[in-house]
Structure formats: structure tokens, C-alpha cells
């Protein structure tokens, strides 16, 4: 396949388009936010969709202070001994680890504080602090630095541990990662949701460099040790219990929280954070932690790490090349089509692969290639068009120098006639006599002019004729018929053409001064078997007929010279025309005569001015 554009013009798109995509792929695999990810949580929830809900793991519970809870124990927030009686209840009912989703910021009566404190001291417990970050335009995917720490009261600090909760939302509000460790002046804080799944596993995660190790499963995480939420379904997917029940005598539902890991948290109207999911415009902040501790203890999260991200960006890198060498190799259609099956098959991975839970960027391939290959295309029909031009103006250039029939067919198939080939055509000489006296008469300049409105108005005679003109000879010229594909009506429209050259070029000679000096026009035509081929260099060449048809139609000027007849035509070529014709065709003078240069004798017929005009008025 060649190249369809110019080599530096390749070489600098490639470079530019390259270095796009690439600047792109770092990006991306530094988690710098960016334009493209507006785009992936499109596609990603689009792919999230398309799977569906999933069964979260049955070892996470949710005791949510609802509505109900607060219109039977009292308004939020609930009095911390009275929180103490909630998480004695999840402690009787069997709850093996209590992660609480509630700041405890601030100390209230001591006795009540106190009280809340032995309470969560009773089992393994983690409850949320939260923290302020110092750098706000971080990339999102990178460490969180902490700038303040605000952590619940100290007699609970010192009963239970204290994870941040801090979470991290696209631009449009959506959790999608939530940070396992955070840089603080203290050193390395561990998240709530981490502590709560160490708490409920017996032993702390330990942090390598490609996840959490819980035992001999790792648990994978993307840059900065973020975890990428794999969400179970809306609102209610994980099981959830009131507080609120959970406080009632009569409740029958300790058995669900038996050997559990039960997060509590606010549920209630108007209380408490709310964010919008993939399955679910409005879902509560414990909700979001608990789908975290679901997700390391069941070790699915969505798979996005150093790895996926690599293969995102060499995606994009593959996607670019191989779109812009598509339009720089072949047609811009192919080319096209090649280029969206190339993101359609992406695409198509990723939507493959999701259900695995491996989260590859279907965005990024499209916004690192989509650029240069467009523009690259706009480039292609630029110089398309300037190559069209270009043909344009040398194929009419060609045509000054060939028959524009030929020409055109030289442009469609710049192979014609590297074979020779052999065809039936009808051939017609045409001279003028006088003509090397006139050129003395008149001086080179004048004779050039002179020639110029003779050749014009043969071209124009024979293109009327459906003939083209092979070469022009000073004052005479070939002209052929049947060139370069035959036609059972050559024979008929190349005998018209001899009697129309006669009339025209004589009416012509008659309205100048030059009758006086040329005084005769001669035309003969004969019909055969011709080489159509290419003659000359192989650096210069032109379109020539040649053979014994065309020496014979030369030859028959000589006749029409000896025999002082205008129009002198081969008895072959009348037959041919007859055969086509309804009538038969007058011939004045039909005789025998000797060809320079040829053993056998032919028959001919012979006109001269008048004649022709009757024989146009017939069949003209």
C-alpha cells in the first residue's frame, strides 16, 4: 500500500498525533482528573447498567437511624447513652465487629460519653473520623494529605479505633473511590472502611505495593491506595435494619446480625450525607462505607490499578497508530470504517471484561485518537482535493498534447497501452496544397496562426464526427475513428467526416486571402486492422496508430493529388459504411489504382468539391 499523503507531512502527523495520545496516556497514569474522565463515568456507569445488581456478601449489615428510629427514640442526634443502649443491643444480638458511620466530634456529659465508650469497647469497633485535605486540587486518585484531623471525643477514642471516612466523588458527585491510607502530620492514617474489615477479618490488612493482603487474598487498589467501589445495587441492596426496631422489646431480627459485620449510620431524612450512584440518584453515606467493607471482605472490587491503567494507555497509543496509518494507507472510506471498528472493538473489551470486575478506560482510547485521526482525515481530502486539482490540470494539459478522449483514458488507467493492441479502425489524412508557399508568404509568425485555426476547426470537424485527431502534421493531420474502442458506426461517421473537412476547411479558405495560395483540400480514408500502442522513449512517449491501413489512408492523398479529386476514399471502408447504412453510397469515380509502396492494387472512390456537396446533402 502506498502512502496517499507526502512523507513529511506523515512523519509530522505521526509525531504530533503520538504525542498527543501519549501526553493523554500520562495523564492518565498519574489519575490527574481530567476532561476524559466526564466521559468514563458515562461509560462506566453505562457498563455498570448492562451488568446489573449484584448479591452483596451476607457478612455486612447496616443498622440505619431512620425515620422510625427518630420518631420513636427522639431527634437527631440521638443522646449518646441512648446510642450506647443501640450498640449493647448489636453487641447481645451476636455482631461480631460494629463499625460506626456517625462523627462523634465534641465530648457531652461525661457520664453519657462514658457510658458510650464502654459500650463500643464491648467488641471490635471502629468509629468514623474525618479529616480536612491540604491539597484540594490533588489528583484524585493520589495520597491524601490531611491537613486537620477532627476525631470523635476522647474517652470514645480511647475505646475504639478511629478510621477517616473521607471518600472521593467524580464532578458529578458520584463516590467512585474511596482512600484506604492518608498522609497526616502524625504519619499514616488507616480509613474507616479498612479498619472496619480488619476488625471483622481479626487482623489488620497489610498494605503491599499492589493492594491489601487479608491472608492469602489481595485485595487490589488503584494509585495512592485508592479502592474503586464495585456497587451492589440501589439503596437497600445490602441488608438493613432499623435502629429503631432494633431497640424494641419484640424484635425478631437479632439473628440477622449474628457473626456479622454490622455498620451503623443515619438514614433519616434530611440527616446525614447523601450521593448519587449508578444505580441510585439518592444513597446514604453509610450505605457507601458499607458497599467499601463489602468490597474488601468479599475481595471484588472493581479491578483499577497500575496495571489496568498501563493497558488503557497502551490502548490508546495502539488505537492512534493504528487509526492514522489506516487513513494515511488506504481510502478514506476502508479507512474509516477501520478506525471506528478499531473503538467499537475497545469498547467491546471493556464491556467484555466488566463483568469481571476489571474497569479498563472506555474513553481514553477514543479522546487520545479521536483528534489526530480527525484531523489527520481533514488533512487526507485536503490534499486529495489538491491532488484533484493537480490531475485536473494536467490531465487538460494532456489533453492539448493528446485527444482529450485519450487523455482522459490515460488518467482512468495509466497502464493503457503498455501491451500493444490490434483493432479495426477507420483512418482519415487531410493536407492542404499551397501551403509551403503560403509559409513563405506570410513569415513564420502568421504561419503559425494560420495553422492554429486550420488544426482548430479539424478539431473541431472531427470531434463532431465522434472522431479524435492522432497527430498533426504541419498543414495536414491523422485523424482516427474506432480509437481507442471500436464501434460498428466508425466506417459511416469517418466517411461524413471526410466529406465535412472538405466543405469546412474550403468555406474556410474562401472567406480569407489565402485561396489564392492554397488552393486544394484533400482528405483520404481507409478502413483495417491497426496497432494501437505507445511509441517512443520510455521517458517520451505518445499514443500512435500504425500498419498498413494507415500507410494506405496516406497513400490515398496522392491519389487524391494525381487524380485532382478532393476526397478520395478506399472501396473497404465505403462497404463497411454501407453495411450499416439503410442506402447504398453514389460513387461518382470508382477506380484501380496503384499504392506507393504496396504490390496489390485496391479500388477506390474519388470526389471532387461538387460531388462532396452532393454526397453531404445525401448523407450528411
Request: with cysteine; charged share 20%.
Amino acid at each position: 500500500m502506498k502512502p496517499n499523503l507526502p512523507v513529511a507531512v506523515i512523519v509530522v502527523a505521526l509525531a504530533l498525533g503520538l504525542l498527543f495520545a501519549g501526553l493523554l496516556a500520562r495523564t492518565h497514569l498519574n489519575g490527574t482528573a481530567s476532561v476524559v474522565d466526564r466521559f468514563e463515568t458515562v461509560l462506566l456507569d453505562l457498563r455498570i447498567a448492562l451488568v446489573g445488581p449484584r448479591r452483596p456478601p451476607e457478612e455486612v449489615v447496616i443498622v440505619a437511624i431512620d425515620d422510625t428510629t427518630l420518631d420513636s427514640v427522639g431527634p437527631y442526634p440521638l443522646p449518646r447513652d441512648r446510642l450506647a443502649d443501640l450498640i449493647a443491643r448489636i453487641r447481645q444480638a451476636g455482631a461480631r465487629a460494629l463499625a460506626v458511620d456517625i462523627l462523634l466530634f465534641g465530648s457531652s456529659e461525661d457520664d453519657k460519653d462514658r457510658s458510650l465508650a464502654e459500650a463500643m469497647a464491648e467488641l471490635p469497633s471502629v468509629t468514623a473520623g474525618a479529616a480536612q485535605m491540604e491539597e484540594e486540587n490533588a489528583p484524585s486518585t493520589a495520597l491524601p494529605v490531611v491537613r486537620t484531623m477532627l476525631a470523635p471525643a476522647p474517652a470514645v477514642a480511647e475505646t475504639t479505633s478511629v478510621g477517616l471516612a473521607n471518600i472521593v466523588t467524580d464532578i458529578g458527585g458520584t463516590p467512585r473511590h474511596v482512600p484506604m491510607l492518608f498522609m497526616s502530620p502524625q504519619g499514616l492514617q488507616p480509613s474507616f472502611s479498612l479498619l472496619a474489615a480488619g476488625k471483622f477479618q481479626g487482623k489488620a490488612a497489610t498494605v503491599t505495593g499492589k493492594g491489601l493482603r487479608f491472608g492469602p487474598r489481595t485485595v487490589p487498589l488503584d494509585l495512592g491506595w485508592h479502592l474503586a467501589l464495585n456497587y451492589f445495587g440501589p439503596s437497600g441492596s445490602i441488608a438493613t435494619i432499623s435502629a429503631g426496631e432494633l431497640l424494641s422489646a419484640s424484635s425478631d431480627r437479632d439473628n440477622l446480625l449474628a457473626g456479622r459485620m454490622v455498620v451503623l449510620g443515619v438514614t433519616a431524612t434530611a440527616v446525614g450525607d447523601r450521593f448519587s450512584t449508578p444505580f441510585d440518584p439518592v444513597m446514604p453515606g453509610v450505605e457507601i462505607q458499607a458497599t467499601a467493607i463489602a468490597n474488601l471482605l468479599d475481595g471484588k472490587p472493581l479491578v483499577r490499578d497500575a496495571q489496568t491503567r498501563m493497558l488503557d494507555s497502551a490502548a490508546a497509543l495502539v488505537l492512534t497508530l493504528l487509526g492514522m496509518l489506516a487513513v494515511i494507507l488506504l481510502p478514506l472510506a476502508p479507512a474509516s470504517v477501520f478506525y471506528l471498528l478499531l473503538l467499537a472493538g475497545w469498547l467491546g473489551i471493556c464491556a467484555a471484561l466488566f463483568p469481571k470486575g476489571l474497569w479498563l478506560n472506555g474513553a481514553l482510547p477514543y479522546a487520545a485518537s479521536l483528534p489526530p485521526v480527525v484531523g489527520l482525515i481533514i488533512t487526507r481530502q485536503i490534499a486529495d482535493r489538491i491532488q484533484s486539482r493537480r490531475h485536473l490540470r494536467a490531465q487538460e494539459a494532456l489533453g492539448r498534447f493528446q485527444s482529450p478522449r485519450l487523455a482522459q483514458r490515460i488518467a482512468q488507467d495509466p497502464s493503457f497501452l503498455t501491451v500493444p493492441r490490434e483493432q479495426v479502425a477507420a483512418i482519415l489524412f487531410v493536407d492542404l496544397s499551397g501551403y509551403t508557399r503560403l509559409s513563405e508568404r506570410l513569415g513564420p509568425a502568421r504561419t503559425r496562426d494560420f495553422l492554429k485555426e486550420f488544426h482548430t476547426l479539424v478539431v473541431n470537424v472531427v470531434t463532431g464526427d465522434d472522431g479524435l485527431v492522432l497527430d498533426f502534421m504541419g498543414d495536414g493531420a491523422m485523424l482516427g475513428f474506432g480509437i481507442p474502442d471500436a464501434d460498428r458506426q466508425d466506417p459511416l461517421k469517418a466517411l461524413r467526416c471526410a466529406f465535412h473537412l472538405n466543405r469546412e476547411i474550403s468555406a474556410w479558405l474562401r472567406t480569407s486571402d489565402r485561396a489564392e495560395v492554397v488552393t486544394e483540400v484533400r482528405v483520404g480514408a481507409h478502413t483495417g486492422r491497426v496497432v494501437l500502442s505507445r511509441l517512443g522513449h520510455d521517458s517520451q512517449q505518445q499514443i500512435a496508430a500504425t500498419g498498413d491501413c494507415v500507410n494506405v489512408a496516406s497513400r490515398l492523398l496522392e491519389v487524391a493529388k494525381n487524380r485532382s479529386a478532393s476526397v478520395v476514399l478506399s472501396a473497404d471502408l465505403i462497404r463497411a459504411a454501407e453495411a450499416v447504412t439503410d442506402g447504398k453510397i453514389e460513387r461518382p469515380r470508382l477506380e484501380t489504382v496503384e499504392i506507393r509502396g504496396r504490390r496489390q492494387q485496391m479500388d477506390v472512390a474519388l470526389w471532387n468539391d461538387d460531388e462532396t456537396v452532393a454526397a453531404l446533402q445525401e448523407h450528411g
